[in-house]
């Protein structure tokens, strides 16, 4: 049987480095900065990439190299590149893909670190951003210039867990010659594949539900060959390599993306719609609840609803402040994705420097409250969080 005939979870599992002479079932950590040759000649024709081989963990790693391969199957892609970071992912992406005077057109939700760049560094190279409303697709024709090489989007987004129609991005893409580049992050390969819908690049933060389990940081993009080899070269020579260790985590942590994710979203439902029959709760936002504006668009594209819901309290800063403080078993944390259940106010922490205006233009209102559901027993989770909002 072909291995792209293989089914998810056996390619997540049996997408493994040849095994070495010791037989090992397990691939072994390989902690090494670099690799040595047989000869002048050998070496020659490794720096000139006649030959296909390890030189320097920088650029390659058997471990990160087994890890890329299983993302590229998992979306679809013909290649990929593995940093030490989700947001090293997307800085070396665009840096790679950008020249001074080129334009950006962006959803505005998008992860802080991410505005940041788009407003506070790239401006430095020249290199401009036009955000739209992911509520307002109608507009993103409008923002498109003469200039612009990239359209960018999260989808679901952080935190309002709004969604956007990836094949209506994948068509404005095609029909003005545009990057289409998508955050992956929050549905994961095995929930959305958004190079089906046209996506010419897709990135992860790795540290989220990929690794799931809170322990390492990582990033990856796959995509488009001819993209990947230049977000290869900009990285060989800059340096945002994920370690071995961390890409052997990695790895291993995909081995149950799926057994996991089915849990993660089983649980999340069942807590979105605790949420949404509470008198404390003013609305919820959860793709796969029927009242998500972007209902159909989600099931249209992502097999599951993923694990992060997010409602608006009643009572905005203040209420929200104070569920925080009465959360007994669930964490008070900045990540997301991790086995344990995480629960964050933006308004009064990740987005507290923002104005009013701000907020609100990314639906981020004062009472939001984003909950990354777990693996824990659920009614203990619902348990929690019911008497945090008593």
């Not at 892609?77 to 962006?106: P, Q």
């Not at 959305?192 to 990033?219: C, E, M, N, W, Y």
């Not at 990540?335 to 233009?361: C, F, M, Q, W, Y």
């Amino acid at each position: 049987m072909n291995d792209s005939e293989y089914g998810f979870e056996t390619q997540a599992i049996r997408t493994q480095l040849e095994r070495t002479k010791f037989q090992e079932h397990s691939v072994p950590l390989y902690l090494t900065s670099s690799f040595v040759f047989e000869d002048a000649e050998d070496m020659r024709a490794s720096f000139t990439e006649e030959k296909e081989r390890n030189i320097y963990s920088r650029f390659s790693n058997p471990n990160t190299t087994e890890f890329v391969d299983k993302i590229c199957k998992m979306e679809g892609a013909e290649a990929g590149y593995a940093f030490a970071t989700g947001m090293a992912a997307v800085y070396s992406t665009f840096a790679a893909l950008l020249n001074a005077g080129d334009h950006i057109v962006s959803a505005g939700s998008v992860f802080g670190s991410t505005h940041a760049l788009f407003v506070n560094y790239f401006p430095k190279w020249n290199i401009q951003t036009t955000y739209f409303d992911i509520n307002k697709p109608e507009t993103i024709e409008s923002c498109i210039q003469p200039n612009t090489k990239i359209l960018y989007a999260e989808s679901p987004t952080n935190p309002a867990i709004d969604i956007i129609d990836l094949e209506l991005l994948g068509a404005i893409a095609k029909k003005h010659n545009l990057i289409l580049i998508i955050d992956n992050c929050f549905a994961t390969p095995y929930i959305q594949q958004p190079i089906k819908f046209g996506a010419h690049l897709v990135i992860h933060s790795a540290t989220k539900l990929i690794d799931g389990q809170g322990r390492v940081l990582g990033g990856v993009t796959v995509g488009r060959e001819d993209l990947i080899r230049e977000i290869y070269l900009f990285s060989r020579n800059t340096g945002p390599a994920l370690s071995p260790f961390n890409a052997w985590v990695l790895s291993k942590s995909l081995e149950t993306l799926a057994v996991r994710l089915d849990r993660h979203c089983e649980n999340a439902f069942k807590v979105a719609e605790f949420l949404e029959a509470h008198p404390n709760v003013n609305t919820v936002k959860y793709p796969f609840l029927k009242s998500h504006p972007q209902y159909e668009i989600a099931k249209k594209q992502m097999s599951l609803g993923g694990n992060i819901v997010a409602f608006e309290i009643k009572g905005g800063i203040e209420a929200g402040r104070k569920f925080l403080n009465n959360i007994k078993l669930c964490s008070l944390s900045a990540n997301l994705g991790d086995t344990r259940t995480i629960v964050t106010h933006p308004a009064s922490t990740t987005h507290s420097k923002l104005s009013v205006e701000e907020r609100l233009a990314v639906s981020i209102t004062d009472g939001l409250v984003r909950i990354s559901v777990g693996l824990e027993t659920v009614k203990d989770v619902i348990d929690d969080l019911k008497q945090a909002l008593a």
